[in-house]
């Protein structure tokens, strides 16, 4: 415990628990409390979500029994052959895996994310030249004010590395239940339930077939990760130095609105390719270069930004849903924002 030393005027006694903020009196968040509160808020954000992610699924896949030439149905009107179709709950296909999913994979998405950043902090300092052994040189204008810009940089190079690192260690981890809840929203999908799924793939592909797709879907992870810490606490900042200060639940929204639009511009690509590799079955085997390929060949450059709409439609506000729930469990604790 740190003690403020008295001054003259007998002002009262600051007392800082180690970890807790001199700045807010917050503590910062434990590894447990970071994997928790993170799976939480992904998890209900996947909850409200869904019926998008469905919607998204089939924009994606929608060319694969298309007749060339055909005209492709829009975000409205795919959710609206899909209820017309196969009822309103259709719309709900694959929520215990998303589920069970997201609080998984977001909880160590995001839960990891301070950890690892703190041993890449850690290593970077180990790698560092000792001050001893850099050169002096006489103070100037233009050294002070690179100091800070080059600390900055840092800063978001270490956001970004970190974000990568635990995206892709999440995404590993859980890939099966990202190509289970895929398989149940695929509009071919004759599977009852998520126990037939995983049947179906372990006796056509034995145990390893249920991590297929799971580079693609690592690198998704990690790029959905790093651009979205690293975005949001930039636009967060921003906000907050523009506003005077205020860190306000507007100010929450306004930053994950635009990480939203950030992360699914980055990550849509890789997304159109893990979600074509995951509901390929047995026969029709391809690996990330001929899938890849394959849409090049189909749909030109634009298939990679196939189903964008819906994406950002479903991860915009999914964004929005994360940030605001974990804002508030941290807030509620008593911890330090994000």
């Given at each position: 415990?740190?003690?403020?030393?008295?001054?003259?005027?007998?002002?009262?006694?600051?007392?800082?628990?180690?970890?807790?903020?001199?700045?807010?009196?917050?503590?910062?968040?434990?590894?447990?409390?970071?994997?928790?509160?993170?799976?939480?808020?992904?998890?209900?954000?996947?909850?409200?979500?869904?019926?998008?992610?469905?919607?998204?699924?089939?924009?994606?896949?929608?060319?694969?029994?298309?007749?060339?030439?055909?005209?492709?149905?829009?975000?409205?009107?795919?959710?609206?052959?899909?209820?017309?179709?196969?009822?309103?709950?259709?719309?709900?296909?694959?929520?215990?895996?998303?589920?069970?999913?997201?609080?998984?994979?977001?909880?160590?998405?995001?839960?990891?994310?301070?950890?690892?950043?703190?041993?890449?902090?850690?290593?970077?300092?180990?790698?560092?030249?000792?001050?001893?052994?850099?050169?002096?040189?006489?103070?100037?204008?233009?050294?002070?004010?690179?100091?800070?810009?080059?600390?900055?940089?840092?800063?978001?190079?270490?956001?970004?590395?970190?974000?990568?690192?635990?995206?892709?260690?999440?995404?590993?981890?859980?890939?099966?239940?990202?190509?289970?809840?895929?398989?149940?929203?695929?509009?071919?999908?004759?599977?009852?339930g998520t126990l037939e799924v995983i049947r179906t793939v372990v006796?056509?592909?034995?145990?390893?077939?249920?991590?297929?797709?799971?580079v693609p879907s690592m690198v998704r992870a990690a790029l959905l990760?790093?651009?979205?810490?690293?975005?949001?606490?930039?636009?967060?900042?921003?906000?907050?130095?523009?506003?005077?200060?205020?860190?306000?639940?507007?100010?929450?929204?306004?930053?994950?609105?635009?990480?939203?639009?950030?992360?699914?511009?980055?990550?849509?690509?890789?997304?159109?390719?893990?979600?074509?590799?995951?509901?390929?079955?047995?026969?029709?085997?391809?690996?990330?270069?001929?899938?890849?390929?394959?849409?090049?060949?189909?749909?030109?450059?634009?298939?990679?930004m196939k189903g964008w709409t819906a994406s950002y439609a479903r991860?915009?506000?999914?964004?929005?849903?994360?940030?605001?729930?974990?804002?508030?469990?941290?807030?509620?604790?008593?911890?330090?924002?994000?």
């Amino acid at each position: 415990m740190i003690v403020a030393p008295a001054s003259g005027n007998a002002r009262p006694r600051e007392t800082i628990n180690p970890g807790q903020s001199r700045a807010t009196g917050a503590q910062k968040a434990t590894v447990l409390q970071d994997l928790i509160i993170s799976g939480i808020s992904v998890g209900g954000a996947t909850c409200a979500t869904n019926p998008l992610d469905v919607i998204k699924t089939r924009l994606q896949l929608n060319d694969r029994k298309a007749t060339p030439g055909a005209p492709r149905p829009g975000l409205i009107k795919t959710g609206v052959n899909i209820v017309r179709h196969e009822g309103a709950f259709a719309l709900w296909n694959g929520l215990p895996p998303a589920v069970a999913r997201g609080f998984l994979y977001g909880g160590m998405r995001l839960g990891l994310y301070e950890p690892c950043k703190g041993l890449l902090l850690a290593a970077g300092q180990l790698a560092a030249p000792t001050p001893s052994a850099l050169p002096t040189t006489s103070s100037s204008p233009s050294s002070a004010t690179s100091a800070p810009q080059s600390a900055a940089a840092a800063g978001v190079g270490l956001k970004v590395a970190a974000g990568l690192a635990s995206g892709a260690l999440a995404a590993g981890l859980t890939s099966p239940t990202e190509l289970i809840k895929t398989r149940l929203q695929a509009k071919d999908n004759t599977s009852r339930g998520t126990l037939e799924v995983i049947r179906t793939v372990v006796k056509s592909d034995g145990v390893q077939g249920l991590w297929r797709g799971a580079v693609p879907s690592m690198v998704r992870a990690a790029l959905l990760t790093a651009s979205q810490v690293a975005t949001y606490d930039s636009v967060k900042r921003e906000i907050i130095r523009a506003g005077g200060g205020s860190d306000s639940v507007w100010t929450h929204v306004a930053a994950s609105g635009v990480t939203g639009l950030v992360t699914t511009t980055v990550t849509n690509p890789v997304d159109v390719v893990k979600t074509h590799m995951f509901v390929s079955g047995a026969g029709a085997r391809k690996g990330i270069l001929q899938t890849t390929m394959a849409i090049l060949y189909n749909d030109g450059i634009l298939g990679f930004m196939k189903g964008w709409t819906a994406s950002y439609a479903r991860l915009g506000p999914q964004t929005v849903f994360i940030f605001l729930i974990s804002e508030g469990l941290r807030k509620a604790l008593g911890l330090e924002g994000l």
